[in-house]
C-alpha cells in the first residue's frame, strides 16, 4: 500500500513538472511572434516621423519663400511709391497770374536783401535824342545836361556778408504791372521772370510804382537839383516813363537770384532852361539798364 501512493505520488509530480513546463513554453512563443511586429512598428515610426520632418522642411522652405517674395513685393511697393511722390515733389509749380509772378519777384529781392549775397552789378544810362536847339549842340551844354540826368556807366561789386541797397526790397503789386510772365527754363531749375511796369509821369522816389523795384533813376527833384549844381535851372520838369521791365532768372529750389535785369526808360521834358542861354524848352529819352551777375549766396 505504502509502495502505490508512493507511485501515485510521484506520478502526481512527474504531471506536475510537465504541465509547468509546457506553461513556461506557451508564454515563450508569443514572445518570439512579436519581436518582429515591434521593429516592423518601430521602422515604420521612423520612416513617418522622416516624413513629417521632410514634410515640415518642404512647407517652411514654402513658407519662407512666399513671405520672402511677400517682402520683396512689399520693398518694391514702397519704393514705387516712394518714387511716385519724389516724382510728385519735384513736379514744379509754374506761376502764371500776375499777382503770383509778382509775388515771386518780391520774394526773391527780399532774400537777396536779407542773405546779402555778392554780386556784380553795371549801371548804365544813356542821353538819347536831345533836343535844345543850336545851343545843345555845343558837346560843353551836351555833357552839362547829360551830367544832370545821370548820363554814364558804374559798375559795383558787392562783398558778401555786407549790406547793400543796390538791390531794392520789391513792393510790386499786380496793380503797378500792366504785364507779366513766368516759364521754367530747359533744365527746369530756374523760373525765367518778365515783368511789366506800368507807365507813369513824375515818378517820385518813395512814392511811384517804378521806385517800388529801383533806385536807379533821377526824379524830377534830383533833376532840379542836378541842374543847380551845374549852375543852371529849368522852370519845369517833365518826366514820363516809356519803358519799365524786369527780367530775373529764380532758383526754383530757394527763390535766390541767378540773374536780374531791368530796363527803364524815360521822356524828359525842360522848360525855360536857363543855362549860358534860355532855352525854351529841351527834350531827351533818359535809358537805363542795370544788370546784376555773379550772385554769390
Known amino acids: 500500500m505504502k509502495k502505490v501512493l508512493t ?7 512527474a504531471a506536475i513538472m510537465v504541465l509547468t513546463f509546457a506553461a513556461c513554453g506557451g508564454n515563450d512563443e508569443p514572445e518570439t511572434t512579436t519581436e518582429a511586429p515591434v521593429a516592423e512598428s518601430t521602422d515604420a515610426v521612423d520612416a513617418t516621423e522622416a516624413a513629417t ?6 512647407a517652411t522652405e514654402d513658407a519662407t519663400e512666399a513671405a520672402s517674395e511677400e517682402a520683396t ?5 514702397t519704393e514705387a511709391a516712394s518714387e511716385a511722390e ?12 500776375k499777382a503770383e509772378i509778382v509775388a515771386l519777384y ?12 555778392g554780386f ?3 549801371v548804365t544810362t544813356e542821353l538819347q535824342n536831345l533836343e535844345m536847339g543850336a545851343i545843345g549842340k ?11 540826368l545821370g548820363e554814364g556807366t558804374e559798375t559795383i561789386t558787392a562783398t558778401k556778408g555786407k549790406a547793400s541797397n543796390e538791390i531794392v526790397k520789391s513792393t510790386l503789386s499786380a496793380a503797378d504791372v500792366t504785364a507779366a510772365t513766368c516759364k521754367l527754363s530747359a533744365d527746369g531749375k530756374y523760373y ?5 511796369v506800368k507807365n507813369e509821369t513824375n515818378p517820385l522816389k518813395g512814392k511811384s510804382a517804378l521806385n517800388k523795384f529801383t533806385n536807379d533813376y533821377k526824379d524830377v527833384n534830383e533833376m532840379h537839383e542836378g541842374l543847380q549844381s551845374e549852375g543852371a535851372s529849368a522852370e519845369k520838369i517833365t518826366c514820363t516813363v516809356k519803358t519799365a521791365t524786369i527780367k530775373a532768372k529764380i532758383a526754383v529750389a530757394d527763390k535766390s537770384f541767378s540773374t536780374l535785369d531791368y530796363t527803364v526808360k524815360i521822356d524828359a521834358l525842360l522848360e525855360k532852361v536857363n543855362y549860358v542861354l534860355t532855352v525854351k524848352q529841351a527834350t531827351g529819352t533818359i535809358y537805363t539798364t542795370a544788370k546784376f551777375a555773379n550772385f554769390a549766396y
Open 192 to 196: 525765367e521772370v518778365a515783368i511789366t
Open 86 to 97: 519724389s516724382t510728385e515733389a519735384a513736379e514744379v509749380v509754374v506761376p502764371t497770374d
Open 138 to 148: 555845343l558837346d560843353m551844354v551836351r555833357d552839362a545836361v547829360g551830367g544832370f
Open 53 to 58: 520632418e521632410d514634410a515640415t522642411e518642404a
Open 73 to 77: 513685393e512689399a520693398v518694391d511697393a
Open 120 to 122: 556784380k552789378k553795371t
Open 7 to 13: 507511485s501515485v505520488l510521484a506520478l502526481l509530480m
Open 106 to 117: 518780391n520774394e526773391a529781392t527780399a532774400k537777396a536783401v536779407s542773405a546779402k549775397p
